[in-house]
């Protein structure tokens, strides 16, 4: 995330910014900065409760399958709370190319992350994790 966030950085030092009306910029940064701490920090309070791991890198440490609170919403609370950071970063740049930023997140967390934690959940947990998938989207 730190690394897609340097790079929409890098790529609005390549264009000019484009005009935000001042109101609906601050609009804006609320609404994903509150989307952001809603859903990531209620993610991971979630994971402490459940006590289990909520370190991406160690899924295999997992614990439970944690279904209640935001886990009603979406199975990744903590990736959409991420992107939520992104996409307020991109409004505070300003640059149309720094939009690519949260859309290469989300697809590179899509292909090299949650796929293979739902992999390892499902060998892990079975048929309470599969149930879990039908009823409860991935992102949104």
Same mark, same amino acid.
Request: charged share 15%; net charge positive; with cysteine.
């Given at each position: ?5 340097? #790079? ?12 935000? +009306? ?10 994903? !900065? ?6 990531? @920090? ?21 614990? &439970? ?10 199975? !990744?609370?903590?990736? @959409? #709370? ?18 690519? #930023? ?14 293979? +934690? +739902? ?6 947990? #079975?048929? +309470? ?7 409860? &989207?991935?992102?949104?």
């Amino acid at each position: 995330m730190l690394l897609t966030a340097a #790079g929409m950085w890098g790529a609005a030092k390549l264009q000019s910014p484009i005009f935000i +009306e001042p109101a609906l910029r601050v609009g804006l940064l609320l609404l994903f !900065n509150l989307t952001a701490l809603v859903f990531g @920090v209620s993610g991971i309070i979630a994971f402490r409760r459940a006590r289990t791991t909520i370190d991406p890198i160690q899924i295999d440490r997992a614990s &439970r399958v944690v279904t209640g609170g935001i886990y009603c919403i979406t199975r !990744n609370p903590m990736y @959409v #709370g991420l992107t939520a950071l992104l996409t307020m970063w991109a409004v505070q740049l300003a640059a149309p190319l720094a939009l690519l #930023g949260p859309v290469f997140f989300v697809l590179f967390t899509h292909h090299l992350q949650i796929l293979p +934690e +739902e992999r390892l959940l499902s060998a892990k947990f #079975g048929k +309470e994790y599969d149930e879990y998938r039908q009823r409860v &989207r991935r992102w949104l």
